[in-house]
């Protein structure tokens, strides 16, 4: 079992890339006006076949509650929560960014991360006061035709980006008076996709789903990514099948959920009585005239989906891209369309100019009108913050800490190999919006737009301050802590466990030093209680005190809550118990071998326990061996998520969890294992101690991998 120590570190470092959330590429700089739209490329098409929806009701017609949910006068009866007062767009009083220096800036930088990441392509562009400062782009979109990224043209996966696309969606049902804010989501949800109570006594609001905090567990492995396009299912199939746990209790803690909001995405569907592709395209992205902008998908024809994407915008996509020894490798093209309105889309850095501007002039581009004032305001306001310093949540934009301290809002994205981000700081005019094609390359996206911020708008940093705290205060903080944003049961929720950790701990001069995924970052004490700055940036994070002792943190990007691991589920426990479980079983299979066979000193009950506990430690190394094998080829992310569940990983649980059983018939046997016989014929004291603490480390090493969830080849 020793391998099993080196086998959890290999499959986390496997891991980590998969759960950095929410990538972007190059543009031709571009500060002309944006022309008018041309819907020629992705213009609404009739839905082939039957519509996703079996209940679709007509546009104008209110959802009706079933008998089982609260009465129908009082779900009427229950008020409105008001949106935040409509507001100009504001005027910026700055100095505009100039495109030759923006433009060197960023060159030096988008370069050092392409060379450093080994990025294949980037595009990007830059917005301010309506007009579009620079678009340009980077690298290969195509290596095989030498195919250079055009921002006009060069279509990137912008993932998790599209959700701001079904709030903008939401929100204009909700001004219409269709659909409330404060409404339970199960009143605009066709029957068969109504999420039961699951034991919880609140019914999941609107307002929930837009700020991450529904209560849903995450599942993603084996189905949220598809590489075969016809197992690609219709989204309300999806979300029937795919139907998450309720964890919690909604409106309590933030935790990131990609079904939550594909089933908002579907309600605004069923209100509106027509397919989300051709919603968000009729009312979001022709308006805006963004011609190179789809939910569609590149794949053949089927009855029962959505139509694909035209051949023109398909022939103009990019590939996807990993870093290898050899080179790039092109990766095989990911489908998200089974949860489009959660992250389906595809995009040029033009087309995310426009949509910027949108944003930022208060949803009118070119004098149309996308959403109102009122939205826009909800869009730039907390609708969701753990603390006046952390980041939040808006209605369903990221509420986002910048430098100089100010505020922005807008999302980030990432697919398998595309990792994206869109900031827009309304008290500067301003938009960025970077994407890369390359999964290594999620660095750059993710700090490239406070970089500009930072090198154009605020001063230089400072020499950090000393600590407000001293070693042992900060002491208080320090734990293991694990994220919401996971699975809670079954194997995938194992393997949430191991890679979905931060580590605190406090530093000698009273600060905290939090790890993640192999990367560790530097908080100061803020002033206030339990909230603490980065000491290179704006992000904080604040811990909330159960007692004396904080009991969960809320994380710098406002993704998640991490919360305080109990002893029995640490980490270095189940390193330490598998590493002497490993040795055990290799001292009982060794002995097995090489112990005297013609001694005949035990009793037939001692030999079939021998027997028994040889057996196990058989099983607890195949087990071992087959994580080990599943780890390395989870280093592979693709084999990962479109190979769930792994054969190996299968067959390791199901080793475990025979050897787990077998552990507890053994230990019943040991009082006659004592017992003996006499004192010529049975097993020297030396033994029965041995045999002993070899079976209760087994049984202990058992609970403890059935609390982590590893012991459920079925689930």
């Known amino acids: 079992m020793t391998s099993r120590v080196s086998t959890a570190a290999a499959f986390a470092a496997a891991f980590i890339a998969l759960w950095s959330v929410p990538g972007s590429e190059t543009r031709a700089q571009d500060v002309t006006p944006s022309p008018p739209p041309a819907p020629a490329s992705d213009a609404p098409a009739a839905e082939p076949g039957p519509r996703p929806y079996s209940s679709l009701r007509p546009r104008r017609v209110r959802p009706i509650a079933r008998a089982s949910e609260a009465p129908k006068p009082a779900a009427a009866a229950t008020p409105q929560a008001p949106l935040p007062p409509a507001a100009p767009p504001v005027a910026v009083s700055v100095a505009p960014l100039l495109r030759p220096e923006l433009e060197a800036f960023v060159d030096g930088v988008v370069q050092r991360a392409m060379a450093r990441d080994h990025i294949a392509g980037v595009t990007i562009s830059v917005v301010q006061n309506g007009q579009v400062v620079l678009k340009k782009g980077y690298g290969f979109a195509n290596l095989g035709q030498r195919r250079p ?21 939401l929100m204009n049902e909700i001004e219409s008076g269709h659909m409330r804010l404060d409404g339970p989501v199960n009143l605009y949800l066709p029957e068969p996709l109504q999420l039961k109570d699951q034991g919880k006594k609140t019914q999941v609001r609107l ?5 991450h905090t529904a209560g849903f567990e995450d599942r993603a492995l084996g189905q949220l990514f598809e590489r075969d396009p016809n197992r690609i299912r219709p989204l309300a199939d999806y979300l029937r099948q795919e139907r998450p746990r309720r964890v919690r209790e909604p409106g309590l803690l933030p935790s990131y959920s990609n079904y939550g909001a594909a089933l908002a995405g579907a309600a605004v569907a069923n209100v509106t009585g027509k397919p989300f592709e051709q919603l968000v395209t009729e009312e979001i992205i022709l308006p805006t005239g963004m011609r190179h902008t789809t939910f569609r998908e590149a794949r053949p024809w089927r009855d029962n989906l959505p139509a694909p994407m035209s051949e023109d915008l398909a022939a103009e996509l990019s590939d996807g891209f990993s870093w290898t020894p050899l080179g790039w490798k092109v990766r095989p093209r990911e489908f998200i369309g089974q949860v489009a309105p959660a992250g389906s889309a595809s995009s040029t850095a033009g087309d995310m100019a426009k949509y910027m501007n949108l944003l930022l002039n208060g949803g009118v581009i070119d004098g149309k009108t996308v959403f109102s004032p009122k939205t826009a305001q909800a869009f730039r306001t907390p609708m969701y913050r753990p603390a006046p310093e952390a980041a939040g949540w808006n209605a369903g934009f990221q509420d986002i800490p910048l430098p100089g301290g100010r505020r922005g809002f807008g999302h980030a994205g990432a697919t398998l190999y595309f ?5 827009v700081a309304p008290d500067l005019g301003l938009g960025v919006f970077v994407s890369v094609n390359t999964d290594s390359g999620v660095n750059l996206p993710a700090t490239l737009p406070a970089t500009i911020i ?8 400072a020499v950090p301050s000393p600590s407000a705290m001293t070693y042992e205060q900060a002491k208080l903080y320090e734990g293991d802590y ?4 996971r699975a809670y049961g079954g194997l995938e929720g194992f393997i949430n466990r191991m890679i979905g950790r931060a580590t605190v701990r406090a530093t000698p001069d009273g600060r905290l030093s939090v790890s993640e995924g192999g990367s560790a970052a530097l908080f100061n004490a803020a002033g206030r209680s339990g909230v603490f700055k980065a000491v290179d940036g704006p992000l904080v994070i604040v811990f909330d005190a159960n007692g004396d002792r904080p009991s969960r943190f809320y994380a710098a990007r406002g993704f998640a809550t991490y919360e305080r691991v109990s002893p029995p589920r640490s980490a270095s426990l189940l390193i330490a118990t598998v590493a002497l479980a490993g040795l055990a079983s290799l001292a009982t299979v060794l002995g097995a071998i090489v112990r005297n066979r013609r001694e005949a000193r035990q009793t037939p009950v001692q030999a079939r326990a021998s027997q028994m506990q040889t057996a196990q430690a058989v099983l607890w190394l195949i087990s071992a061996v087959c994580m080990g094998v599943f780890a390395i080829r989870a280093s592979d992310q693709t084999a990962a998520f479109f190979g769930w569940p792994s054969g190996w990983l299968l067959s390791g649980s199901a080793c475990a969890l025979v050897a787990a059983l077998m552990s507890v018939l053994t230990l019943g046997a040991l009082p006659m294992v004592w017992r003996g016989g006499r004192r010529v014929d049975s097993w020297t004291a030396g033994r029965k101690v041995a045999f002993t603490f070899t079976t209760l480390l087994f049984v202990f090493l058992s609970v403890l991998l059935g609390l982590w969830g590893y012991l459920l080849p079925w689930s």
């Open 419 to 423: 990792h994206s981000n869109m900031v």
């Open 207 to 211: 307002r929930d789903l837009m700020t």
């Open 454 to 461: 930072e090198h154009f708008y605020a001063n230089p940093p």
């Open 149 to 169: 990224v055009d921002p006009d043209k060069t279509l990137f996966r912008i993932a998790s980006i599209s959700k701001t696309f079904t709030w903008i969606a």
């Open 482 to 485: 694990l994220t919401t944003r």
